[in-house]
């Protein structure tokens, strides 16, 4: 990463945003507008083997989610910035949570999006779903993960049959149960971002599941036809931002395990080398 040319990019930001401050009513849009110049850590992005680095440590997630509770599920509507629309089904407080390296993020809602927000390898999936979890100090994790097209899904049916159409309408379901949404290859990538929404808040951490989710042709267009010009931000620039993944060989930057235990093996095998010529004569010495 070339910070210089980063710091550059910085300052010409800043310096935009000052003209257009001086120049420009101060409406919400202009300062929305401001401060994404001067951001450059955004969501979402595109996760490509180029771009991630192979971690088989990274910290497990451990969901805790309630098997047997009540979705409140609303339409928010479209804010008509950037196509940010988006639905967000309001979850019971305390109905599920996530710890992850000894911090504790509590379920908030969760929503969905359409197209994918975040690619991979360039791959733009029907959907996405975002679970947004706060931790005590409103530190916000994002759990992201691809919906593809495929079996029908039994227990989305109850949100996915009855999509509330209006801002007005709500749409309560009993007996949801959320770990349906968590598959059992916990495997991620991960990295810091932003929210894909306004007003694009930095310090997100984001875990985007490996494994996608299957919904019907029928959930899908049920959904995306609510959303006729999607509800999807498009793919942010990474600015040397670093991608972990535990996915195994989807990585192609940093070498596998494999190739170091190779190194390792070929190490101990020059020393062993080494150590049988310093030690050979003496020893053939002593027999005679
Ligand atoms: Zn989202």
């Known amino acids: 990463m070339n910070t ?14 000052a003209i257009l401050f001086l120049t420009a009513p101060a409406a919400q849009a202009d300062r929305l507008a401001d401060n994404l110049a001067a951001m450059e850590a955004q969501s979402p992005i595109n996760i490509t083997t180029n771009n991630t680095t192979f971690d088989k440590n990274l910290s497990p997630l451990l969901f805790t989610l309630n098997s047997d509770t009540q979705l409140k599920v609303i339409n928010n509507g479209s804010p008509g910035v950037d196509k940010t629309a988006a639905r967000a089904n309001l ?24 197209p994918a927000e975040h690619l991979e390898n360039g791959y733009k999936f ?3 779903m975002h679970l947004v979890f706060a931790d005590a100090q409103n530190n916000l994790l994002v759990v992201g993960r691809w919906i593809e097209e495929g079996s029908f899904n039994k227990a989305l049916a109850p ?43 930095e310090g997100v951490k984001w875990v985007d599941l490996a494994q ?27 600015n040397g931002r670093p991608i972990f993944t535990d996915v195994p060989g989807f ?8 190739t170091y235990a190779m190194l390792l093996a070929g190490l101990c095998l020059i020393g062993f080398v080494a150590r049988r010529r310093l030690v050979n004569p003496g020893f053939v010495g002593s027999i005679a």
């Open 4 to 17: 210089s040319f980063h710091f550059k990019l910085t300052q010409s930001a800043m310096l935009a945003s």
């Open 91 to 114: 979850v019971d407080p305390g109905a599920g949570s996530v710890t992850v390296g000894g911090d504790t993020y509590r379920l908030s809602q969760f929503h969905f999006h359409t």
């Open 126 to 128: 029907p959907m996405e």
């Open 159 to 201: 949100i996915f049959s009855n999509l509330p159409h209006s801002v007005t309408d709500t749409l309560t379901v009993d007996h949801f149960n959320l770990n349906a949404l968590i598959p059992d290859n916990l495997n991620s990538f991960r990295y810091d971002g932003s929210l894909t929404t306004p007003p694009f808040s």
């Open 212 to 238: 996608p989710m299957e919904m019907s042709k029928e959930q899908i267009s049920a959904f995306s036809s609510l959303f006729p010009n999607g509800d999807a931000r498009e793919v942010q620039a990474l």
């Open 251 to 258: 990585a192609t930057v940093v070498p596998e395990p494999e």
